[in-house]
């Protein structure tokens, strides 16, 4: 049975850092398409970052690009999201998501198309 857990969230003032920390049991990131989206009240689900395990290709909307960075650990089994220069926009929980496969990493990754969800982090940035 797969199973992802989140930590890691908490509150910062804008300009901290947090770094988001998502375990994984019963599944290996290697090789396959992993995620971290984002919801905040009242607003949509949205994506953040996703990774392709067997290349570590990655990506990023626009919103984080040169704050965040998407990894994993060299056992494979540990997600992280690496957040800098927070924003109060980006209060949000933060899930993290993971599938077997990656051909269509970016396409599943657009389409929030994840079998696996964790159960979610809360990030708050205050001004």
């Known amino acids: 049975q797969v199973r992802l857990v989140e930590s890691g969230g908490g509150s910062v003032q804008a300009g901290g850092s947090l770094r988001l920390s998502c375990a994984a049991s019963?599944?290996?990131?290697?090789?396959?398409?992993m995620a971290w989206f984002r919801q905040a009240p009242g607003k949509e689900r949205e994506g953040v970052a996703r990774?392709?395990?067997?290349?570590?290709?990655?990506y990023y909307v626009e919103s984080v690009k040169g704050r965040f960075t998407i990894s994993q650990d060299n056992a494979n089994t540990t997600l992280y999201l690496e957040m800098n220069s927070l924003k109060p926009e980006d209060t949000a929980m933060y899930y993290c998501?993971?599938?077997?496969?990656?051909?269509?990493?970016?396409?599943?990754?657009?389409?929030?198309?994840?079998?696996?969800w964790g159960q979610g982090t809360q990030v708050t940035v205050s001004s």
């Open positions: 019963g599944y290996t990131f290697r090789a396959n398409c």
């Open positions: 990774l392709y395990g067997s290349d570590s290709n990655t």
């Open positions: 998501a993971a599938r077997y496969g990656g051909d269509e990493c970016h396409l599943q990754f657009l389409r929030a198309d994840f079998l696996y």
